[in-house]
């Protein structure tokens, strides 16, 4: 079997072809490998959910590499992860019948850190249906406590 047909074997079997992989590494993810692109179709497909969309995104992550140094530490390496990103989430909520819509989000006095300007806080209510009754829920996020630091 040739590198192009098993190339197109392994395409279809993700669910794509090789117009679908082009689109998606030009367009919605510039870039992205053979593997990373494959990656996201199979994630999309597992969750039913169209990568047209841009469900997901990569995201590069220092991770474990599967070997091991000389003194059997795990090593790292710098790698693309499939990450959802908001949208999947509002999906995901969507198709359980429960979700009732959101506020929209509001923003604590901005801070200056070096130079940088943030919000102080982010705050956003979910509204839930829950025995036709519906519920809100209310979450604050500080910038100080999520942002990362290297």
Not at 2 to 21: F, I, N, P, Q, Y
Request: glycine share 8%.
């Amino acid at each position: 079997m040739s590198l192009s047909h098993r190339k197109e074997v392994e395409l279809s079997k993700a669910g794509m072809d090789a117009t679908a992989m082009r689109v998606i590494k030009e367009t919605l993810y510039p870039g992205a490998s053979d593997a990373e692109a494959s990656m996201i179709m199979s994630y999309c497909m597992a969750k039913k959910i169209d990568p047209l969309l841009k469900p997901v995104h990569l995201v590069p992550m220092y991770v474990k590499s599967g070997k091991k140094d000389s003194h059997g530490k795990d090593l790292k390496e710098w790698r693309n992860v499939v990450m959802p990103g908001i949208g999947l989430y509002r999906i995901d909520a969507a198709r359980t019948g429960q979700y009732a819509g959101m506020s929209e989000p509001e923003f604590g006095p901005v801070m200056d850190l070096h130079g940088t300007k943030y919000p102080q806080w982010s705050k956003v209510t979910v509204k839930k249906l829950l025995n036709g009754i519906v519920v809100e829920f209310t979450a604050k996020e500080y910038w100080m406590e999520n942002y990362a630091t290297k």
